[in-house]
């Protein structure tokens, strides 16, 4: 049985102080950018004296999270975008919960799936996140239009994709992903951390955080590399993050003879020590909507070089609090790469500047309050 505390029942007002019970579809397995958002939220809105229940697969990173900071959450099994047989028990979770509001919050069978079964269930409001600035595919007029009453965008390059593709201007709010900074500005064993990588002391440290997957560009970074070793051969890159393009790319760091200065870590849970301890942070995306890893950075204080892609210029301003660069222009890469490297009073100038921004513009707080309006907003017209 499902936990059923509030007696906010299915009514609502837009009255700022009374609680709102809703449910969230988060389907994402591990615990990275996107599934952090939701847990800030969750956590955010319990803080507020709202009631959420978050719906997720069993054994994925953001169930075991959530119940570790004792927020709600109902387990089951979720196969992907073609598990049919999630519609019929998110319906039964939704019928039994009776949320106000049903918020899905990811693609692999949240967004479709998830809001037939809102649908089916009689969920009084269906809010939608989109994190990517994917076209529209053929699902896009279903899951955009009348299975949702509100799209939240995470940037607002995300926003324009949504209207360029057809969807209704009037049902899109841009809140934007935000981190909590106080995470990423702690100080780690770096001595130790060096060692177990095989990072020597004094060597600086290029780092990239992502998936390896094609639209992350990775590869260039890598092309890159060359000039930037070239220019200052005390250097390595630490790449974070598991994928699909593993072999491929290590493969590619040993054809272009950067294999011994290319380090592979994986999925790590330490990425505030590890930015402690980064020289700067290269995020080439080809696409991307608003990256929680640039902001990570940022909080950290280290210095970015940014592909110009999607709602990164919304938090990178070139020369100001970081470096922007063209889309799958490795030769722009090694330039801002290798100024920054060069540049220590450069790095803290922009470090600091970041800092400030991902402050006082990514705050937690803002990006749950913004939320909340959107939830009382829809719940106010359905009365």
Partial sequence: MIANESSGGTSASNTPNRPIRSLHVETGMHLVG??????????????????????CPKGSGIGNHAESLGLKVCAVPVRGDLDLAFIPKLTGII?????????LHSRRGADTLGGIAARMAGAPVVVLSRRVTDPIGHLGKLKFGPLCDRIIAVSNAIARTLVEGGVDPGKIVTVHSVIDPKLYQVKGDSDRLRDELGI??????????AQLIKIKGHRYLFEAAPAILEAAPNTVLLILGEGDLKD???????KIGIADRAIFAGFRRDVSELLAMTTTLVHPSTMEGLANAVLQAMAAEVPVVVAAVGGMPE????GFNGLLVPPADSTAIAKAAIRLLSDPQLCAKLGSAARNTVEQEFSVDGMVEGVLKVYREA????E
């Fill in 95 to 103: 019928r039994e919960y009776k949320p106000q509001v049903v918020h």
């Fill in 379 to 382: 719940l106010g017209e359905k």
């Fill in 34 to 55: 996107g599934p952090m958002q939701v847990v800030y939220l969750l956590k955010g809105l319990h803080e507020r004296g709202h009631d959420a229940l978050l719906v």
């Fill in 315 to 318: 938090a990178v301003r070139d």
């Fill in 200 to 209: 020597k002391p004094g060597e600086k440290v290029i780092s990239v955080i």
């Fill in 248 to 254: 491929e790319l290590s493969a590619l760091a040993e």
